[in-house]
Nanobody, 123 residues
Framework: QVQLVETGGGLVQAGGSLRLSCAAS????????MGWFRQAPGKERDLVAAISEGGSSAYYADSVKGRFIISRDNAKKLVYLQMNSLKFEDTAVYYC????????????????WGQGTQVTVSS
């Protein structure tokens, strides 16, 4: 079992930056791929970025490439999402999730989810 808690959300102006953190508890954190998803009102939950279990590989959705950076610290059981050049359309609830895979982009393969943190970008 893995428990996940996201922090770092808030209100930011367009063009600004935020860094989300996801703290994990439980055993064997380093064996899980980690992903950041987001869900805007009335829309589906989409994968934003994912990172492999050791941190050597990453995936980014086209909409955030070049602006967002995912990273992890396995010793501290933390995953980060650095969000730069934020746009109004980045407004959503952001979720951290863990999958027992090397790296996956399939939402259905993520077994553990946090409660989410709201990110609001004002235009």
């Amino acid at each position: 079992q893995v428990q996940l808690v996201e922090t770092g959300g808030g209100l930011v102006q367009a063009g600004g930056s935020l860094r989300l953190s996801c703290a994990a508890s439980g055993r064997a954190f380093g064996r899980y791929a980690m992903g950041w998803f987001r869900q805007a009102p009335g829309k589906e939950r989409d994968l934003v970025a994912a990172i492999s279990e050791g941190g050597s590989s990453a995936y980014y959705a086209d909409s955030v490439k070049g602006r967002f950076i995912i990273s992890r610290d396995n010793a501290k059981k933390l995953v980060y999402l650095q969000m730069n050049s934020l746009k109004f359309e980045d407004t959503a609830v952001y979720y951290c999730a863990a999958a027992d895979y090397y790296l996956t982009v399939a939402a259905g393969q993520y077994d553990f989810w946090g409660q989410g943190t709201q990110v609001t970008v004002s235009s």
